[in-house]
């Protein structure tokens, strides 16, 4: 898994392999990764077994039902809310009614672990030799079981914080490659504009 996702260079492709290899692995109904920036969603990614697939909207208008959350429903979710707030992992063997919401439809018990990543400007440095960090990127990886109550044990407990710091390198890698990519293609923009600029100029001289 962790070459796998070290072979990955988009953050989507980090994230797309993280949940199905786990989620099979564990054999849990949903595994899914949320990313915050400066309290703003920056990404959602979910695998679940097919009865209990779902879609994630950024629009607020929209009619949420079980199949279709609003991610502010995510972002406001209790466990999630806990897990970014401790910094320490959620386990929850009975979630039953504690709390409602569409996230946690049909969910009888929960894993939640936080992610913390520090993401840095490239080519930034301070008094110190040490790069400038530039944003804190914030995220749970949960695992939820919706068929029947789930009493997770110290081994899944180990294997989901065994990958959390892997897990984290690779997102920012991917960040920071997405990061360079829009450079690359701003820079590649501006060469263009000013040699079509300076064509111009040249044509209207003769």
């Known amino acids: 898994w962790v070459e796998l996702i070290n072979s990955a260079f988009y953050l989507d492709g980090v994230l797309d392999l993280t949940t199905k290899e786990i989620g099979k692995y564990l054999g849990v109904d949903r ?14 990614n979910e695998y679940a077994e097919l009865e209990y697939k779902r879609n994630f909207a950024t629009n607020k208008n929209i009619e949420e039902t079980s199949t279709q959350l609003r991610v502010e ?26 709390v409602e919401d569409n996230f946690l439809h049909s969910t009888q018990s929960l894993l939640a672990l936080p992610i913390l990543i520090k993401k840095q400007i490239a080519g930034t440095v301070r008094s110190d030799n040490h790069q400038s960090l530039v944003d804190e990127i914030q995220g749970v990886f949960y695992v939820q079981q919706c068929k029947e109550e789930r009493d997770w044990n110290e081994r899944e407990i180990d294997l989901l914080q065994s990958i959390v710091i892997p897990l984290s390198t690779a997102i920012e890698k991917a960040l920071l490659y997405q990061e360079a990519r829009k450079r690359t ?22």
């Open 31 to 44: 595994c899914g990764i949320v990313l915050f920036s400066r309290n703003a969603l920056l990404a959602v």
């Open 73 to 98: 429903t995510v972002r406001k979710n209790y466990y999630i809310r806990k897990a970014l707030k401790s910094k320490t992992n959620i386990v929850e063997t009975n979630v039953g009614a504690k």
């Open 185 to 206: 293609e701003y820079a590649e923009l501006l060469n263009n504009l000013t040699t079509q600029i300076r064509s111009s100029l040249n044509l209207s001289e003769i």
